[in-house]
Protein backbone atom coordinates (compact mmCIF):
# COMPACT_ATOMS: atom_id res chain seq x y z
CA UNK A 1 0.00 0.00 0.00
CA UNK A 2 2.82 2.45 0.62
CA UNK A 3 4.17 2.06 -2.36
CA UNK A 4 1.24 2.54 -4.20
CA UNK A 5 0.96 5.99 -3.09
CA UNK A 6 4.71 6.78 -3.14
CA UNK A 7 3.76 5.54 -7.33
CA UNK A 8 0.71 7.96 -7.14
CA UNK A 9 2.45 11.11 -5.41
CA UNK A 10 5.60 10.47 -8.02
CA UNK A 11 2.73 10.59 -10.96
CA UNK A 12 0.77 13.35 -9.84
CA UNK A 13 3.90 15.40 -9.34
CA UNK A 14 5.31 15.10 -12.61
CA UNK A 15 2.11 15.89 -14.31
CA UNK A 16 1.86 18.75 -12.12
CA UNK A 17 5.21 19.79 -13.71
CA UNK A 18 4.32 18.67 -16.73
CA UNK A 19 0.85 20.66 -16.84
CA UNK A 20 3.27 23.86 -15.78
CA UNK A 21 5.68 23.97 -18.09
CA UNK A 22 2.84 23.12 -21.35
CA UNK A 23 0.90 26.40 -19.59
CA UNK A 24 3.57 28.57 -19.61
CA UNK A 25 4.90 28.23 -23.13
CA UNK A 26 2.16 26.40 -25.21
CA UNK A 27 -1.32 28.19 -23.28
CA UNK A 28 -3.17 27.58 -26.22
CA UNK A 29 -2.66 23.63 -25.77
CA UNK A 30 -4.54 24.04 -22.73
CA UNK A 31 -7.37 25.89 -23.99
CA UNK A 32 -10.14 22.82 -25.02
CA UNK A 33 -13.00 24.94 -24.89
CA UNK A 34 -11.86 27.35 -27.63
CA UNK A 35 -14.78 26.22 -29.67
CA UNK A 36 -17.66 26.47 -27.41
CA UNK A 37 -16.95 30.03 -25.69
CA UNK A 38 -15.93 31.48 -29.03
CA UNK A 39 -12.34 32.60 -27.81
CA UNK A 40 -10.01 31.44 -30.59
CA UNK A 41 -6.17 31.44 -30.00
CA UNK A 42 -5.25 33.74 -33.35
CA UNK A 43 -1.95 35.68 -34.21
CA UNK A 44 -2.23 39.70 -33.42
CA UNK A 45 0.29 42.31 -34.99
CA UNK A 46 2.02 43.78 -32.11
CA UNK A 47 1.12 47.13 -31.00
CA UNK A 48 4.23 49.03 -31.99
CA UNK A 49 3.86 47.50 -35.74
CA UNK A 50 -0.19 48.02 -35.96
CA UNK A 51 0.31 51.83 -35.55
CA UNK A 52 3.17 52.38 -38.56
CA UNK A 53 2.07 53.70 -41.73
CA UNK A 54 2.05 51.19 -44.09
CA UNK A 55 4.42 50.95 -47.25
CA UNK A 56 2.85 53.67 -49.89
CA UNK A 57 0.26 54.55 -48.24
CA UNK A 58 -0.94 58.16 -48.13
CA UNK A 59 -2.36 58.26 -44.63
CA UNK A 60 -0.26 60.93 -43.85
CA UNK A 61 -0.33 63.60 -47.03
CA UNK A 62 -4.32 62.97 -46.63
CA UNK A 63 -4.20 64.02 -42.84
CA UNK A 64 -2.08 66.68 -43.61
CA UNK A 65 -4.24 68.08 -46.39
CA UNK A 66 -8.09 67.14 -45.69
CA UNK A 67 -8.29 69.56 -42.62
CA UNK A 68 -7.85 72.32 -44.85
CA UNK A 69 -10.81 71.04 -47.18
CA UNK A 70 -13.98 72.05 -46.75
CA UNK A 71 -18.22 71.62 -48.27
CA UNK A 72 -19.39 74.30 -49.27
CA UNK A 73 -23.44 74.12 -49.53
CA UNK A 74 -24.84 77.14 -51.49
CA UNK A 75 -28.96 77.96 -51.75
CA UNK A 76 -30.29 80.51 -54.43
CA UNK A 77 -33.44 82.25 -53.32
CA UNK A 78 -36.66 81.09 -55.34
CA UNK A 79 -36.70 83.88 -57.87
CA UNK A 80 -40.38 85.14 -59.29
CA UNK A 81 -41.69 84.50 -62.30
CA UNK A 82 -42.91 87.58 -64.51
CA UNK A 83 -46.66 86.31 -64.99
CA UNK A 84 -47.28 85.63 -61.27
CA UNK A 85 -49.95 88.16 -61.24
CA UNK A 86 -51.53 87.59 -64.49
CA UNK A 87 -54.87 85.63 -63.64
CA UNK A 88 -54.96 84.55 -67.22
CA UNK A 89 -51.23 82.90 -66.54
CA UNK A 90 -52.71 81.44 -62.95
CA UNK A 91 -55.87 80.15 -64.78
CA UNK A 92 -54.29 78.23 -67.39
CA UNK A 93 -50.77 77.13 -65.61
CA UNK A 94 -51.97 77.05 -61.44
CA UNK A 95 -50.24 78.75 -58.73
CA UNK A 96 -45.85 78.32 -59.38
CA UNK A 97 -44.82 76.76 -56.34
CA UNK A 98 -40.77 78.29 -56.60
CA UNK A 99 -38.55 76.49 -54.85
CA UNK A 100 -34.82 77.23 -53.59
CA UNK A 101 -32.04 76.33 -56.04
CA UNK A 102 -29.07 74.21 -53.92
CA UNK A 103 -25.69 73.27 -54.91
CA UNK A 104 -22.61 71.43 -53.85
CA UNK A 105 -19.20 71.89 -54.33
CA UNK A 106 -15.64 72.27 -52.48
CA UNK A 107 -12.89 74.25 -51.28
CA UNK A 108 -9.78 75.06 -49.59
CA UNK A 109 -8.65 77.26 -46.69
CA UNK A 110 -5.00 78.72 -48.09
CA UNK A 111 -4.99 81.56 -45.52
CA UNK A 112 -4.89 81.15 -41.74
CA UNK A 113 -7.24 84.72 -41.90
CA UNK A 114 -10.13 82.61 -43.46
CA UNK A 115 -9.39 82.64 -47.33
CA UNK A 116 -11.58 79.97 -49.28
CA UNK A 117 -10.45 78.91 -52.96
CA UNK A 118 -13.01 77.52 -54.96
CA UNK A 119 -14.68 77.04 -58.34
CA UNK A 120 -16.96 80.36 -59.37
CA UNK A 121 -19.58 78.28 -60.68
CA UNK A 122 -19.97 76.60 -57.09
CA UNK A 123 -20.71 79.92 -55.74
CA UNK A 124 -22.07 82.15 -59.43
CA UNK A 125 -25.66 83.88 -58.39
CA UNK A 126 -25.44 82.06 -54.58
CA UNK A 127 -27.71 83.88 -51.83
CA UNK A 128 -26.18 82.38 -48.99
CA UNK A 129 -22.90 80.36 -48.85
CA UNK A 130 -22.66 78.09 -46.01
CA UNK A 131 -19.20 76.45 -45.27
CA UNK A 132 -18.51 73.15 -43.27
CA UNK A 133 -15.39 72.49 -42.13
CA UNK A 134 -14.02 68.85 -41.52
CA UNK A 135 -13.88 69.11 -37.91
CA UNK A 136 -17.58 70.33 -38.22
CA UNK A 137 -17.78 73.62 -37.76
CA UNK A 138 -19.98 76.04 -39.99
CA UNK A 139 -19.10 79.34 -40.89
CA UNK A 140 -21.02 82.02 -43.27
CA UNK A 141 -18.61 82.66 -46.24
CA UNK A 142 -18.71 85.94 -47.86
CA UNK A 143 -17.35 86.40 -51.34
CA UNK A 144 -14.71 88.20 -51.82
CA UNK A 145 -14.32 88.10 -55.66
CA UNK A 146 -14.67 86.19 -58.71
CA UNK A 147 -12.75 85.29 -61.68
CA UNK A 148 -15.26 83.65 -64.43
CA UNK A 149 -12.18 83.92 -66.97
CA UNK A 150 -10.49 81.33 -64.98
CA UNK A 151 -13.27 80.16 -63.40
CA UNK A 152 -12.10 81.09 -59.43
CA UNK A 153 -14.00 82.25 -56.76
CA UNK A 154 -12.30 83.63 -53.21
CA UNK A 155 -14.21 83.29 -50.39
CA UNK A 156 -13.65 84.37 -46.82
CA UNK A 157 -14.90 83.01 -43.28
CA UNK A 158 -14.45 84.42 -39.83
CA UNK A 159 -13.20 81.27 -37.48
CA UNK A 160 -10.29 80.84 -35.43
CA UNK A 161 -7.96 78.05 -35.38
CA UNK A 162 -7.89 77.42 -39.32
CA UNK A 163 -6.27 74.46 -40.41
CA UNK A 164 -4.58 76.15 -43.77
CA UNK A 165 -2.97 73.74 -46.77
CA UNK A 166 0.50 74.38 -48.06
CA UNK A 167 1.20 75.63 -51.72
CA UNK A 168 3.17 73.29 -53.91
CA UNK A 169 4.75 74.16 -57.07
CA UNK A 170 2.79 73.12 -59.78
CA UNK A 171 5.26 74.37 -62.48
CA UNK A 172 7.34 71.04 -61.16
CA UNK A 173 4.67 68.51 -62.02
CA UNK A 174 5.39 65.77 -64.32
CA UNK A 175 2.88 62.94 -66.17
CA UNK A 176 3.27 59.95 -64.35
CA UNK A 177 3.51 61.76 -60.84
CA UNK A 178 1.02 60.56 -57.92
CA UNK A 179 -1.88 62.89 -56.55
CA UNK A 180 -4.64 62.94 -54.15
CA UNK A 181 -8.05 64.61 -54.99
CA UNK A 182 -10.10 65.57 -51.93
CA UNK A 183 -13.52 66.83 -51.68
CA UNK A 184 -17.38 66.08 -51.18
CA UNK A 185 -18.30 64.06 -53.86
CA UNK A 186 -22.34 63.89 -54.17
CA UNK A 187 -22.55 65.40 -50.12
CA UNK A 188 -21.34 61.74 -49.00
CA UNK A 189 -18.99 63.77 -47.16
CA UNK A 190 -14.95 64.31 -47.23
CA UNK A 191 -13.82 61.50 -49.60
CA UNK A 192 -9.87 60.87 -50.55
CA UNK A 193 -9.03 59.81 -53.92
CA UNK A 194 -5.76 58.92 -55.83
CA UNK A 195 -4.33 58.37 -59.29
CA UNK A 196 -2.12 60.00 -61.37
CA UNK A 197 -1.23 63.34 -63.33
CA UNK A 198 -2.20 61.97 -66.99
CA UNK A 199 -1.34 65.07 -68.63
CA UNK A 200 -0.26 68.76 -68.68
CA UNK A 201 -1.70 72.08 -70.10
CA UNK A 202 -4.67 70.86 -71.27
CA UNK A 203 -6.70 73.23 -73.20
CA UNK A 204 -9.40 74.16 -76.09
CA UNK A 205 -12.27 72.45 -73.70
CA UNK A 206 -14.53 75.23 -73.77
CA UNK A 207 -14.30 75.20 -70.45
CA UNK A 208 -12.53 78.21 -69.17
CA UNK A 209 -10.85 81.47 -71.25
CA UNK A 210 -7.56 80.85 -69.85
CA UNK A 211 -7.26 77.20 -70.03
CA UNK A 212 -3.85 75.39 -68.96
CA UNK A 213 -5.50 72.10 -66.74
CA UNK A 214 -3.75 69.25 -64.84
CA UNK A 215 -5.38 65.91 -66.18
CA UNK A 216 -5.54 63.07 -63.39
CA UNK A 217 -7.26 60.07 -63.35
CA UNK A 218 -8.01 60.05 -59.74
CA UNK A 219 -11.75 59.77 -59.41
CA UNK A 220 -13.64 63.45 -59.58
CA UNK A 221 -17.35 63.28 -58.94
CA UNK A 222 -19.70 65.91 -58.70
CA UNK A 223 -19.53 67.87 -55.61
CA UNK A 224 -15.59 67.43 -55.56
CA UNK A 225 -15.15 71.18 -57.71
CA UNK A 226 -13.44 73.15 -56.03
CA UNK A 227 -11.59 70.48 -53.54
CA UNK A 228 -7.56 70.27 -53.39
CA UNK A 229 -5.37 68.31 -55.88
CA UNK A 230 -2.63 67.38 -53.69
CA UNK A 231 0.70 65.47 -53.98
CA UNK A 232 2.02 62.85 -52.19
CA UNK A 233 3.65 65.28 -49.08
CA UNK A 234 -0.23 66.44 -49.04
CA UNK A 235 0.44 70.14 -50.76
CA UNK A 236 -1.83 72.31 -52.55
CA UNK A 237 -1.30 71.66 -56.67
CA UNK A 238 -4.10 72.19 -58.41
CA UNK A 239 -8.40 73.01 -57.69
CA UNK A 240 -10.57 70.37 -59.01
CA UNK A 241 -12.83 72.00 -61.33
CA UNK A 242 -14.61 69.56 -64.07
CA UNK A 243 -14.40 66.03 -65.27
CA UNK A 244 -15.12 64.50 -69.02
CA UNK A 245 -18.22 62.43 -68.51
CA UNK A 246 -21.12 60.52 -70.26
CA UNK A 247 -22.30 59.55 -67.54
CA UNK A 248 -22.35 62.01 -65.25
CA UNK A 249 -19.68 60.13 -62.75
CA UNK A 250 -15.79 59.91 -62.90
CA UNK A 251 -14.45 57.83 -65.81
CA UNK A 252 -10.82 58.96 -65.19
CA UNK A 253 -10.71 62.25 -66.59
CA UNK A 254 -10.67 65.29 -63.97
CA UNK A 255 -9.36 68.71 -64.92
CA UNK A 256 -7.91 70.56 -61.94
CA UNK A 257 -7.01 74.11 -62.31
CA UNK A 258 -3.04 75.00 -61.74
CA UNK A 259 -2.09 76.20 -57.93
CA UNK A 260 0.03 78.64 -59.92
CA UNK A 261 -2.77 80.21 -61.53
CA UNK A 262 -5.36 79.93 -58.31
CA UNK A 263 -1.85 82.21 -56.38
CA UNK A 264 -2.32 85.06 -59.11
CA UNK A 265 -5.92 85.03 -58.70
CA UNK A 266 -5.49 84.48 -55.36
CA UNK A 267 -3.33 87.86 -55.11
CA UNK A 268 -5.55 89.64 -57.34
CA UNK A 269 -8.27 89.84 -55.46
CA UNK A 270 -7.37 89.90 -51.99
CA UNK A 271 -4.82 93.00 -53.18
CA UNK A 272 -6.78 94.90 -55.78
CA UNK A 273 -10.46 93.31 -55.74
CA UNK A 274 -9.68 92.41 -58.89
CA UNK A 275 -7.77 90.01 -61.12
CA UNK A 276 -5.37 92.08 -63.75
CA UNK A 277 -3.91 90.43 -66.54
CA UNK A 278 -1.60 91.59 -69.29
CA UNK A 279 -2.87 92.38 -72.85
CA UNK A 280 -0.84 93.05 -75.92
CA UNK A 281 -3.01 93.75 -78.81
CA UNK A 282 -2.76 91.22 -81.55
CA UNK A 283 -4.39 88.33 -83.59
CA UNK A 284 -2.84 85.11 -82.80
CA UNK A 285 -3.16 81.79 -84.71
CA UNK A 286 -1.61 78.47 -85.08
CA UNK A 287 1.41 78.14 -87.05
CA UNK A 288 -0.44 75.95 -89.95
CA UNK A 289 2.61 74.91 -92.90
CA UNK A 290 0.03 77.17 -95.20
CA UNK A 291 0.51 80.18 -93.19
CA UNK A 292 4.13 79.93 -92.67
CA UNK A 293 4.27 79.29 -96.54
CA UNK A 294 2.36 82.51 -96.79
CA UNK A 295 4.64 84.91 -94.55
CA UNK A 296 7.79 83.04 -95.65
CA UNK A 297 8.12 81.71 -92.48
CA UNK A 298 10.83 78.56 -92.06
CA UNK A 299 9.51 78.16 -88.06
CA UNK A 300 8.69 74.45 -86.67
CA UNK A 301 7.11 75.93 -83.37
CA UNK A 302 5.66 78.95 -82.48
CA UNK A 303 2.43 81.14 -82.54
CA UNK A 304 2.23 83.16 -86.14
CA UNK A 305 0.43 87.10 -85.36
CA UNK A 306 -2.06 87.35 -88.07
CA UNK A 307 -3.09 90.63 -87.02
CA UNK A 308 -1.22 93.82 -84.63
CA UNK A 309 -3.86 96.68 -83.37
CA UNK A 310 -2.99 100.02 -84.49
CA UNK A 311 -1.35 101.76 -81.34
CA UNK A 312 -1.30 98.74 -79.05
CA UNK A 313 1.53 97.61 -77.12
CA UNK A 314 2.65 95.19 -79.78
CA UNK A 315 2.14 97.57 -82.50
CA UNK A 316 4.35 99.99 -80.32
CA UNK A 317 7.48 97.49 -79.59
CA UNK A 318 7.75 96.78 -83.71
CA UNK A 319 5.39 93.73 -83.83
CA UNK A 320 4.28 93.26 -87.65
CA UNK A 321 1.41 90.29 -88.98
CA UNK A 322 4.17 87.53 -89.68
CA UNK A 323 6.29 87.37 -86.95
CA UNK A 324 5.59 83.85 -85.12
CA UNK A 325 6.31 84.47 -81.26
CA UNK A 326 8.51 81.49 -80.29
CA UNK A 327 8.65 82.61 -76.86
CA UNK A 328 7.62 85.19 -74.17
CA UNK A 329 9.55 86.14 -70.96
CA UNK A 330 11.74 83.15 -71.24
CA UNK A 331 9.15 80.49 -71.78
CA UNK A 332 8.65 78.76 -74.61
CA UNK A 333 5.28 79.55 -76.60
CA UNK A 334 3.73 76.20 -78.96
CA UNK A 335 0.19 77.16 -79.26
CA UNK A 336 -2.16 79.95 -79.26
CA UNK A 337 -3.83 78.98 -75.81
CA UNK A 338 -0.01 78.71 -74.32
CA UNK A 339 0.35 82.46 -75.23
CA UNK A 340 -2.97 83.56 -74.20
CA UNK A 341 -1.91 82.74 -70.88
CA UNK A 342 1.49 83.64 -70.62
CA UNK A 343 0.45 86.78 -71.76
CA UNK A 344 -2.36 87.44 -69.28
CA UNK A 345 0.22 86.39 -66.33
CA UNK A 346 2.51 89.30 -67.53
CA UNK A 347 2.36 92.55 -65.58
CA UNK A 348 0.86 95.50 -67.28
CA UNK A 349 3.20 98.54 -67.60
CA UNK A 350 6.56 96.71 -67.56
CA UNK A 351 8.75 95.29 -70.50
CA UNK A 352 8.75 91.68 -71.01
CA UNK A 353 10.80 90.12 -73.76
CA UNK A 354 9.16 88.56 -76.66
CA UNK A 355 10.96 86.30 -78.76
CA UNK A 356 9.72 86.28 -82.59
CA UNK A 357 11.24 84.26 -85.86
CA UNK A 358 10.60 86.62 -88.95
CA UNK A 359 12.16 85.57 -92.41
CA UNK A 360 15.32 87.32 -91.62
CA UNK A 361 15.86 85.52 -88.21
CA UNK A 362 14.97 85.67 -84.98
CA UNK A 363 14.72 89.07 -82.85
CA UNK A 364 13.76 89.95 -79.50
CA UNK A 365 11.34 92.78 -78.87
CA UNK A 366 10.54 94.72 -75.46
CA UNK A 367 6.66 94.68 -75.50
CA UNK A 368 4.94 96.76 -72.68
CA UNK A 369 1.47 94.92 -71.81
CA UNK A 370 -1.38 97.18 -71.61
CA UNK A 371 -4.21 96.08 -69.59
CA UNK A 372 -6.90 93.44 -70.71
CA UNK A 373 -9.95 94.90 -71.21
CA UNK A 374 -13.09 93.39 -70.09
CA UNK A 375 -15.55 91.50 -72.35
CA UNK A 376 -18.07 93.28 -74.10
CA UNK A 377 -21.87 92.37 -72.84
CA UNK A 378 -23.72 90.63 -75.03
CA UNK A 379 -26.42 92.94 -76.60
CA UNK A 380 -29.91 92.67 -75.70
Known sequence: MKRFWLLFSQSVTVLLAAYFVVGTLKPQWLDLHAGRNGNVAVLEVPASAATAVPVGSFRLAAQKSSQAVVSINTSKNARQSPHGADPWFKFFFGEQQNQPQVGLGSGVIVSPDGYILTNNHVVENADEIDVILNDS??????VIGTDPD???AVLKIDLDRLPVIVLGNSDNLQVGDQVLAIGNPFGVGQTVTSGIVSALGRNQLGINTFENFIQTDAAINPGNSGGALVDTNGNLLGINTAIYSRSGGSMGIGFAIPVSTAKLVLEGIVKDGVVTRGWIGVEPNELTPELAQTFGIEAQQGVIITGVLQNGPAAQAGMK?????VAVAGKATRNVAELLTQVAALKPATASTFEV??????????VVPGVRPKPRAPQQ
Open 137 to 142: RHARAK
Open 150 to 152: ADL
Open 321 to 325: PGDVV
Open 357 to 366: QRPTGKISLQ
